[in-house]
């Protein structure tokens, strides 16, 4: 299984940014889809879920409003829309793919924002 992410950067507080994941060698569309993110000395928190058929999502309080998570099964892939960025909003974003008892990680991939 390979996850790859891709998208990360830096932005200036307020500006937008679209991270993807790239699944490959799983059944995708039977895997709940996850964004993770850890900021430098802080823990790894969830940020965003779709399940498998892209109809219910779910974010964290901090985010909602500004982020929205999507699925393309066709095409194996996730995304982020992250929005309305804040310097809070540094870290590492990971993604994850989860069924049952399984889990895959992606390698990660940094946004900056900052001035």
């Known amino acids: 299984v390979q996850l790859v992410e891709s998208g990360g950067g830096l932005v200036q507080p307020g500006g937008s940014l679209r991270l993807s994941c790239a699944a490959s060698?799983?059944?995708?569309?039977?895997?709940?889809m996850n964004w993770y993110r850890q900021a430098p000395g802080k823990e790894r928190e969830l940020v965003a879920t779709?399940?498998?058929?892209?109809?219910?999502?779910n974010y964290r309080d901090s985010v909602k409003g500004r982020f929205t998570i999507a699925r393309d099964n066709a095409k194996n892939t996730v995304h982020l829309q992250m929005n309305s960025l804040k310097p809070e909003d540094t870290a590492v974003y990971y993604c994850?793919?989860?069924?049952?008892?399984?889990?895959?990680w992606g390698q990660g991939t940094q946004v900056t924002v900052s001035s």
């Open positions: 779709i399940d498998s058929a892209g109809g219910t999502t």
């Open positions: 060698r799983l059944t995708f569309s039977s895997y709940v």
């Open positions: 994850n793919a989860r069924r049952g008892s399984l889990s895959y």
